[in-house]
């Protein structure tokens, strides 16, 4: 299997990248691509040992950072990592990319160079939620800020799909993010959405409210992508404000400060529940190829990670069986 | 100063109606006035020293449950401790109500008996968010699931004018919850409600992503209902489920049970940042007259400090404030 990886995505571009792909060969069965500045990316090889023949380096002049507009930098960075790399899948060169690049141009690449699957209208983003029982899936977790009731279903199908195949959960359980628990509730889009999601090839369980998401309520939580932005951001932000309002707390008086270091290695496994690095990046599903978005700030690790990821997408024909459930939809029930 | 307490709303109705009321006219110099049974009530209250004189009952041979449809219980429950309440301070009997019972009931009484305040759309509910700095106001946090863009500049002046006068933060900063900082972001109502609060008569700051709510750094965060529901029971679910985790890691082995025994009291008063019983309850900002929704779980201590908040709520003069600030917009607008 090959695998591209954009080297110049992400904050730590391209030192975190290359170290990734050296431990994704080092782990796993995989062949890897590197498009980007190849004088640098050699630069950084020679600090590793690794099979020589698995990484590839494909030279790009150009790279699209964070301030470039998502259409205008794919329509005219021709050469550069992230379209060289979604040019490699489209021509079936590599079986996916993963970038921790500029998001908006990475979705609009996507979308303009990969295509979407037939019969998906709207592809979204997948990322992980941890969960105190293990991990959940929101679909869309930030593509699409307004949505039709028929995007929520597409969610639905790519969601299941995609914890079946890629998190190994059995029928995994599909909600809709609501106000209330109630199928009346919630605004006119959501109304409608859980409707057609009654109908949907799935496994749906109705409605989830926000309060039940962080326990693992339901696997799949579909939802607009400006609500689960809202739900992925506001997750982040709390678990930093309760960690820092939690040291406050512990370095009051002496009793405490000793308590704190008898708890410092509970602390740090409680730390990497919520390690993102863990969980590899965001798949954007119902793309025509295997787009994995990782974060911008990730490191090695969860470049390694999401190279496993793929690996999984790939085997497991994730794309093929969205493909195939979504036509039990009616493609021609698109608005 | 009088202020009614709907004694039959609430879980531990009338035990902690009865029980607040009491606290209340033993701290502050008001009057209190218990709707609901009054055999039950008087019950209740011969286990209590207070001033006879400073609480007043009105038998109510009705009850409005959770289980009633809001706007029909309104209309045929006219002996209900919340519909007789509420027509208390409709006919300035009153200046304010505290209600634990069903929301939807209360919020549908609040439009159909107090009406609305002249040129206000939609009222909404303004609950307090505890965050690392002290304390922002969410409107709306869920009176409203479908808004539209004028909403949200009435959201953000009645928001700003009880920030200002109950919680006595100095020209609050008001912001948009949004899915970037950037002007161009969100959905398409949140773009045009951007702009309508960039000409605001109130502080507005532009955006505020989730992530940053709970360090503080909007006073008044200004969203849709459904997007105010989904943050605050978020919160409350992952608070719930990140002490859960804490005490799984905790009792793990000797070290961290001793390390957990010395913070205790740390644990103690990090959780009661996050306890609701100290901040009242939520007003129902733009009905005309002095409106307080306490939580259904609310204790005495949580039902006293709603009547604290209603005493600042009137001598402050929210209303008249809101009123007057109202009519700068030209009430005409609304579409």
């Known amino acids: 299997m090959k695998i591209v990886i954009d080297a110049m995505g992400g904050d730590n571009a391209p030192f975190v990248t290359v170290e990734g792909a050296v431990e994704a060969v080092n782990s796993y069965d995989v062949n890897i691509i590197l498009t980007g500045n ?11 040992e690794y099979p020589k023949e698995k990484i590839e380096i494909i030279h790009c002049s150009e790279q699209i950072t964070n301030e470039d507009k998502p259409v205008i930098s794919i329509r005219r960075k021709k050469d550069s990592s992230m379209v060289v790399g979604l040019k490699l899948v489209k021509e079936k060169k590599a079986d996916a990319i993963i970038s921790a690049g500029n998001t908006g141009a990475l979705l609009a690449g996507g979308l303009l160079i990969l295509g979407r699957i037939k019969g998906i209208d709207r592809p979204a983003l997948a990322p ?29 199908v790519m969601g299941s ?14 909600c809709t993010a609501n106000i209330g628990i109630e199928e009346e509730k919630g605004n006119d889009v959501v109304k409608e959405a859980h409707k057609l999601c009654k109908e949907g090839p799935f496994n749906f369980q109705g409605n989830v409210e926000a309060r039940d998401i962080p ?9 607009d992508g400006f609500t689960g932005n809202i739900i ?39 730390k990497e529940r919520f390690d993102y690095t863990e969980y590899g990046g965001a798949p954007f599903l119902g793309v025509n190829g295997v787009l994995i978005k990782a974060h911008g700030s990730s490191d090695g690790k969860a470049i390694k990670n999401a190279v496993r990821q793929a690996t999984k997408f790939v085997e497991n024909k994730v794309i093929e069986n969205i493909a195939e459930e979504i036509t039990t939809l009616g493609a021609d029930t698109i608005e």
């Not at 990316?41 to 020679?46: D, K, N, S, V």
């Not at 799909?161 to 599909?174: A, G, R």
């Open 128 to 156: 992980v939620y941890p969960t105190t029982k293990g991990m959940s899936v929101l679909v869309d977790g930030g593509a699409n800020a307004d949505c039709k009731p028929r995007n929520f279903l597409e969610f639905g």
């Open 215 to 223: 326990s693992g309520y339901a696997d799949v939580i579909v939802c």
């Open 38 to 48: 190849q004088p640098l990316i050699e630069g950084e090889l020679t600090k590793y």
């Open 161 to 174: 799909v995609y914890s079946e195949k890629v998190l190994s959960i059995k029928q995994p359980k599909v």
């Open 232 to 270: 992925l951001k506001l997750t982040e932000g709390l678990a930093t404000s309760i960690f820092s309002l939690l040291k406050q707390e512990f370095v009051k008086n002496t009793f405490r400060k000793i308590g704190a270091l008898l708890l410092k290695s509970g602390l740090k496994d409680f």
